[in-house]
């Protein structure tokens, strides 16, 4: 099975950072973003539909939370549960650190986003001004604080999970599988008026740059090596 070393390391944040790229492309030279958001927010639609859109936003969450508890659980024990092998410690120090600071990471930022939820804009019936997709001012409460979205970092960790190896075959399909079931719980969001399909685009992009990141940290840091003693 591939593990990770320097050169696949490397090819995934150049691919990464690529990907980044074509993020902010679609924010700054598209109307694609406001046009989504025109298309699917409705209140209308959302006064009528309430109760199907509140458990499309409620239980896939909720489902997904447990489950990452159990991964931390099962990484804190040592042992793989579906064949009995130890884990080794830097696959648990990935799994346990990855599924806990991701979210809490996407909510600093978030906290930091001057970028308000399309439903708070004037465009939108809302009282805010737009302000620019990467406006991070760390203001008072009120300010905008949507970007990136705290509901797809409950899923993050499924992108953590395709990065325990270099994404390549197989590993490369779960990855993408994983990307559009993500986009498609997240976009619940989008029908009401809480994100912007680039605050989706950017908190899955946040999560695979931490991940990424502790990669690194984890599975391809170098221990110092200690003089012999004569």
């Given amino acids: 099975m591939t593990t990770w070393d320097d050169q696949s390391w490397r090819r995934w944040v150049f691919i990464w950072c690529g990907l980044g790229v074509l993020g902010l492309f679609w924010v700054a030279f598209t109307p694609l973003d406001e046009a989504i958001s025109q298309r699917m927010y409705s209140k209308l639609w959302l006064d009528h539909h309430a109760a199907l859109v509140d458990g499309w936003y ?9 489950a990452a508890l159990c991964v931390i659980g099962f990484a804190l024990s ?14 648990r120090d990935y799994l346990v650190v990855g599924l806990l600071t991701i979210p809490v990471l996407t909510w600093l930022v978030r906290e930091g986003s001057a970028s308000a939820c399309p439903r708070d804009l004037v465009a939108f019936g809302g009282e805010l001004a737009q302000k620019p997709f990467l406006d991070f001012s760390w203001q008072a409460i009120g300010s905008g604080r949507c970007n990136p979205s705290g509901h797809m970092s409950s ?3 499924w ?3 395709c990065f325990l190896r270099p994404p390549q ?4 399909g779960v990855l993408i599988l994983c990307i ?3 986009f498609a719980l997240g976009s619940v969001q989008i029908l009401k008026g809480a ?5 989706l685009i ?3 992009w946040w999560a695979g740059v931490v991940g990424l990141i502790l990669v690194r940290v984890c599975f391809l840091r170098r221990d110092t090596p200690t003089l012999k003693r004569r």
């Fill in 58 to 66: 409620r239980w896939p969450k909720l489902v997904s939370i447990c």
């Fill in 78 to 91: 040592g042992r793989n549960p579906l064949n009995g092998v130890a884990v080794r410690a830097p696959t």
């Fill in 155 to 157: 899923f993050s960790w």
């Fill in 159 to 161: 992108l953590a999970l």
């Fill in 169 to 172: 075959g197989r590993g490369l």
């Fill in 180 to 182: 559009l079931a993500m």
């Fill in 195 to 199: 994100h912007f399909m680039s605050h």
């Fill in 202 to 204: 950017f908190s899955l």
